[in-house]
């Protein structure tokens, strides 16, 4: 393939690709990635998508938040018993609404440790500005000004976290 | 930034060490390129690969050119940060592997739970780590918490904390013997393991198995999505473009001058037209999941662009290892 007809104008998502070069050589370009470039909007319809009907289910007591954030994490059962170290009939258990609510705190953070959120945020939905450098859908800056912006911050004690609302200075 | 983490951070970690090396060279000695296509009972859907397995670049890449690498797994996640610590206070960069969701200085929707990526710690500050990762653009930061997270994430292909970093690069490689083995490697592994799912065989096994595929989804989404991965798995996971298959055209050229054998020039080409074929795989995979026709007619015609690669890799490694025989004598 040759360098020009590989370039992608997508800044937001650089690879190394490697190519023919004018001068007959094969070597390396960075340029934009196919993928992203073309079908960035079709990836965020369809998790987007995925993401509502999964919280509509939360918000109805259908499905329990350990399926929610395993989902959306895109990790299957086997793969958060690996992690979590918890037996995969317990954590089939905990995915049930009712099989959640027997949950003890310990197991309970072990879960939350992987999904990289705080514990609190199993009993709650918010969107806070930490979460939008983990969320599926977020795709760049968005104005704070008028809404200002609620902000998450770890404390000394791991089961406790400090949620305030920022004011923008705008 | 490099095509691909594993042989990125090799071919960086060399570098420093005063081995002028290229990604290529490095992916060709390791005899990298491979096909594999899996579907076992325990599997909810099935999965190919188009390179060796993770961390057979580097020992494969040792053997070959007598470059020693210390290596490390660690049960305790203190220990395994005071020896980088230490390491990096003496200012020895270290590859570590990590689950790739946690590098949180790459957006959310690009992350994802894989456990084997590899990035080079190169410095710290504090709380602080310098990341040379061969998928960011710029020297990344993250700190010490996700970084350990990313090394003791657990699930399949665990990292256990492992690192490694060169202790011992020889004077002088056999570059000449260390190609040949190299491309020995890869003809043997794409032609002669006598198993259906991998080399050659995979590709044909991928080829009639895609259609069938459907059966193993939840919704046209899921579907859809699956098929996009086709496309991720070709060009955007690090592969250099067309299935590593540019990146060992690119192996192929340098190689031609090393060993003077304008056999192998000709060889290159030929990869790079094989890559511009694995390049039309991805693009009709893109096109079937936008489309979302997902009908039997249009999976073979994915399945036979497949058997086409199959049948062009097949008489290409063939003739590859001929010409080795042949160089040699």
Same mark, same amino acid.
């Given at each position: 393939?040759?360098?020009?007809?590989?370039?992608?104008?997508?800044?937001?998502?650089?690879?190394?690709?490697?190519?023919?070069?004018?001068?007959?050589?094969?070597?390396?370009?960075?340029?934009?990635?196919?993928?992203?470039? @073309?079908? &960035?909007?079709?990836?965020?319809?369809?998790?987007?998508?995925?993401?509502?009907?999964?919280?509509?289910?939360?918000?109805?007591?259908?499905?329990?938040? @350990?399926?929610?954030?395993?989902?959306?994490?895109?990790?299957? &059962?086997?793969?958060?018993?690996?992690?979590?170290?918890?037996?995969?009939?317990? @954590?089939?258990?905990?995915?049930?609404?009712?099989?959640?609510?027997?949950?003890?705190?310990?197991?309970?953070?072990?879960?939350?440790?992987?999904?990289?959120?705080?514990?609190?945020?199993?009993?709650?939905?918010?969107?806070?500005?930490?979460?939008?450098?983990?969320?599926?859908?977020?795709?760049?800056? &968005?104005?704070?000004?008028?809404?200002?912006? &609620?902000?998450?911050?770890?404390?000394?004690?791991?089961?406790?976290?400090?949620?305030?609302?920022?004011?923008?200075?705008? | 930034?490099?095509?691909?983490?594993?042989?990125?951070?090799?071919?960086?970690?060399?570098? +420093?060490?005063?081995?002028?090396?290229?990604?290529?060279?490095?992916?060709?000695?390791?005899?990298?390129?491979?096909?594999? $296509?899996?579907?076992?009972?325990?599997?909810?859907?099935?999965?190919?690969?188009?390179? #060796?397995?993770?961390?057979?670049?580097?020992?494969?890449? #040792?053997?070959?050119?007598? =470059?020693?690498? /210390?290596?490390?797994?660690?049960?305790?996640?203190?220990?395994?940060?005071?020896?980088?610590?230490?390491?990096?206070?003496?200012?020895?960069?270290?590859?570590?592997?990590?689950?790739?969701?946690?590098?949180? $200085?790459?957006?959310?929707?690009?992350? /994802?739970?894989?456990?084997?990526?590899?990035?080079?710690?190169?410095?710290?500050?504090?709380?602080?780590?310098?990341?040379?990762? #061969? $998928?960011?653009?710029?020297?990344?930061?993250?700190?010490?918490?996700?970084?350990?997270?990313?090394?003791?994430?657990?699930?399949?292909?665990?990292?256990?904390?492992?690192?490694?970093?060169?202790?011992?690069?020889?004077?002088?490689?056999?570059?000449?013997?260390?190609?040949?083995?190299?491309?020995?490697?890869?003809?043997?592994?794409?032609?002669?393991?006598?198993?259906?799912?991998?080399?050659?065989?995979?590709?044909?096994?991928?080829?009639?198995?895609? =259609?069938?595929?459907?059966?193993?989804?939840?919704?046209?989404?899921?579907?859809? *999505?699956?098929?996009?991965? /086709?496309?991720?798995?070709?060009?955007?996971?690090?592969?250099?473009?067309?299935?590593?298959?540019?990146?060992?055209?690119?192996?192929?050229?340098?190689?031609?001058?090393?060993? *003077?054998?304008?056999?192998?020039?000709?060889?290159?080409?030929?990869?790079?037209?094989?890559?511009?074929?694995?390049?039309? =795989?991805?693009?009709?995979?893109?096109?079937?999941?936008?489309?979302?026709?997902? #009908?039997?007619?249009?999976?073979?015609?994915?399945?036979?662009?497949?058997?086409?690669?199959? *049948?062009?890799?097949?008489?290409?490694?063939?003739?590859?290892?001929?010409?080795?025989?042949? +160089?040699?004598?």
């Amino acid at each position: 393939m040759k360098e020009k007809d590989l370039e992608i104008d997508c800044p937001h998502h650089q690879v190394v690709l490697y190519a023919e070069k004018g001068d007959g050589s094969y070597g390396p370009m960075q340029t934009g990635s196919y993928m992203t470039g @073309v079908n &960035i909007s079709e990836h965020f319809r369809i998790t987007g998508n995925h993401s509502k009907a999964l919280l509509e289910q939360l918000k109805s007591g259908k499905i329990s938040p @350990v399926y929610y954030f395993m989902t959306i994490e895109g990790l299957t &059962i086997s793969e958060l018993t690996g992690r979590t170290g918890i037996s995969k009939f317990r @954590v089939k258990r905990h995915l049930t609404p009712a099989g959640f609510r027997k949950m003890r705190i310990a197991t309970l953070k072990r879960y939350t440790d992987i999904f990289n959120i705080p514990l609190a945020n199993m009993f709650q939905l918010i969107n806070t500005i930490e979460d939008r450098n983990w969320d599926i859908g977020y795709q760049g800056e &968005i104005d704070d000004s008028k809404t200002g912006s &609620i902000s998450q911050s770890k404390t000394d004690n791991p089961l406790i976290i400090v949620t305030e609302v920022i004011k923008t200075s705008k | 930034m490099a095509a691909h983490c594993e042989t990125g951070t090799i071919t960086a970690l060399l570098n +420093h060490h005063g081995l002028n090396i290229t990604e290529p060279m490095v992916f060709g000695i390791a005899g990298g390129i491979f096909f594999a $296509y899996i579907k076992t009972p325990l599997m909810d859907f099935p999965m190919f690969a188009v390179r #060796s397995m993770p961390g057979n670049v580097r020992t494969k890449f #040792s053997e070959r050119t007598g =470059v020693k690498f /210390i290596t490390k797994k660690y049960r305790n996640p203190e220990k395994a940060e005071k020896e980088l610590n230490d390491l990096l206070d003496k200012n020895q960069p270290v590859a570590v592997q990590v689950d790739f969701f946690y590098m949180n $200085y790459f957006p959310a929707w690009y992350r /994802i739970h894989v456990n084997v990526h590899f990035v080079t710690v190169i410095g710290r500050e504090g709380d602080k780590y310098f990341i040379s990762d #061969s $998928y960011h653009p710029q020297i990344a930061e993250v700190d010490r918490e996700a970084l350990t997270k990313g090394r003791f994430a657990g699930g399949d292909m665990a990292p256990k904390g492992f690192m490694f970093y060169p202790v011992n690069v020889p004077e002088k490689i056999d570059l000449e013997k260390a190609i040949k083995d190299g491309i020995k490697g890869a003809t043997r592994n794409m032609l002669k393991i006598p198993l259906p799912f991998l080399g050659v065989r995979g590709i044909r096994r991928f080829a009639s198995k895609i =259609v069938d595929w459907p059966k193993y989804s939840k919704d046209e989404d899921f579907f859809a *999505d699956k098929v996009f991965k /086709i496309t991720i798995f070709l060009e955007d996971q690090g592969t250099g473009g067309g299935g590593f298959r540019f990146l060992y055209a690119s192996f192929l050229q340098e190689a031609a001058k090393v060993l *003077d054998n304008p056999g192998l020039v000709e060889m290159s080409k030929e990869m790079m037209k094989i890559g511009d074929g694995w390049r039309e =795989v991805s693009l009709a995979s893109a096109k079937v999941a936008k489309q979302r026709d997902f #009908s039997k007619e249009r999976l073979a015609e994915i399945g036979d662009l497949l058997r086409q690669r199959a *049948d062009e890799e097949e008489s290409f490694f063939t003739r590859l290892g001929k010409e080795m025989t042949n +160089h040699n004598k």
